[in-house]
């Protein structure tokens, strides 16, 4: 099984998964969609929580990474939102 190092240790190589973050500042998007791709993820990146609903309506995700502070809908919504549509989704 392929291994990548982390900057927090060892980890597994994490190449096929498909990971929502929802993060309203460009540079802190960027940030996490360049880390979680280095380790093989597929990122779909996206500045609010109003297009992460439409993306999680139409796409399939093994997790979600959110920011709490968006504008218009904040990141408590969109969690509420997920529990209610999918329970067992892992939100960040």
Request: aromatic share 2%; net charge negative; charged share 20%.
């Amino acid at each position: 099984m392929a291994h990548t190092r982390s900057v927090m240790g060892t980890s597994k190589n994490m190449g096929g998964m498909a990971v929502l973050v929802v993060e309203d500042e460009p540079v802190c998007r960027e940030t996490v969609k360049t880390i979680l791709s280095m380790h093989g993820v597929t990122v779909t990146a996206l500045p609010d929580a109003e297009q992460a609903v439409a993306a999680l309506n139409g796409g399939v995700f093994e997790a979600v990474v959110t920011d709490i502070r968006l504008p218009g809908m904040d990141g408590l919504a969109l969690l509420r939102h997920i529990r209610g549509r999918n329970p067992d989704l892992p939100v960040i």
